[in-house]
C-alpha cells in the first residue's frame, strides 16, 4: 500500500517561511493536494493539484512537488496559519491516501 | 453553494453497526462526482473511508473494506456510510465530502459528526 509521511511538527518564527514535507514512493508523479485543520473544523483545501491555490487562499501559500517529496510553503506566516496541515494524493493500488499531518505552529 | 450535512447517531455499542447519512444541497448526486467519507479519531490524523461514484460503482480503503458499505440515494441527493462490528478504535469524528474526479481533491466537506463506540 501507499504510504505518506510528513514531520509531525513545524515552527516557524512570525513573518517568516514555514515548509511542510510530504514523503512517498515517486510521489512527484502524483497530483498533491493539501488541506489545513483547525480545532473543531473540517478540513479546507490550501493547494491542490502540487502548486494551485483555490480561490480565497491567499498568495503566501504555494506548493512544489518533485521526485520523492512534495512541499507546502507557507510566506510570511502569521498567527492564523497555527492549524494542522494534511497531504493527500490518489494511488491506483491503495486509492485515496492522506498523510499522518503536520503540526504548524508559528512563533 | 455546495453544502453536505452528516447526520446520524452519535453513540453506538461495540459489535453493531455504525450507520451515517450525508444530506447534499445546491448540487444533484446525480450529475456526477465521486463522494466520500473520512473518519478522524481524537487527537488523531484523517483516514479515508471509501466513496461511492453517482452511479454506485463503490472503493474502499483496503484495511476497512470488510466492514464498509457505502451506497448513494439519488432521489434524496444523499449518500450513506455503513461500518459494521464497530470497536472503541472506531470513535471519531466522521465527514462526508465531495471529489470530483478521483485525481482531485476534495472540495466541499461536511462540518462533521462525532460517533463514539461505547456500551
Known amino acids: 500500500s501507499y504510504e505518506l509521511t510528513q514531520p509531525l511538527s513545524v515552527s516557524v518564527a512570525l513573518g517568516q517561511t514555514a515548509r511542510i514535507t510530504c514523503g512517498g514512493n515517486n510521489i512527484g508523479s502524483k497530483n498533491v493536494h493539501w488541506y489545513q485543520q483547525k480545532p473543531g473544523q473540517a478540513p479546507v483545501l490550501v493547494i491542490y493539484r502540487d502548486s494551485n491555490r483555490p480561490s480565497g487562499i491567499p498568495e503566501r501559500f504555494s506548493g512544489s512537488n518533485s521526485g520523492n517529496t512534495a512541499t507546502l510553503t507557507i510566506s510570511r506566516a502569521q498567527a492564523g496559519d497555527e492549524a494542522d496541515y494534511y497531504c493527500q494524493v490518489w494511488d491506483s493500488s491503495t486509492a485515496v491516501v492522506f498523510g499522518g499531518g503536520t503540526k504548524l505552529t508559528v512563533l | 453553494q455546495v453544502q453536505l450535512q452528516e447526520s446520524g447517531p452519535g453513540l453506538v455499542k461495540p459489535s453493531e453497526t455504525l450507520s451515517l447519512t450525508c444530506a447534499v444541497s445546491g448540487y444533484s448526486i446525480s450529475s456526477g462526482y465521486y463522494w466520500g467519507w473520512i473518519r478522524q479519531p481524537p487527537g488523531k490524523g484523517l483516514e479515508w473511508i471509501g466513496s461511492i461514484y453517482h452511479s454506485g460503482s463503490t472503493y474502499y480503503n483496503p484495511s476497512l473494506k470488510s466492514r464498509v458499505t457505502i451506497s448513494v440515494d439519488t432521489s434524496k441527493n444523499q449518500f450513506s456510510l455503513k461500518l459494521s462490528s464497530v470497536t472503541a478504535a472506531d470513535t471519531a469524528v466522521y465527514y462526508c465530502?465531495?471529489?470530483?474526479?478521483?485525481?482531485?481533491?476534495?472540495?466541499?466537506w461536511g462540518q462533521g459528526t462525532l460517533v463514539t463506540v461505547s456500551s
Open positions: 465530502a465531495r471529489q470530483p474526479t478521483v485525481v482531485t481533491p476534495y472540495d466541499y
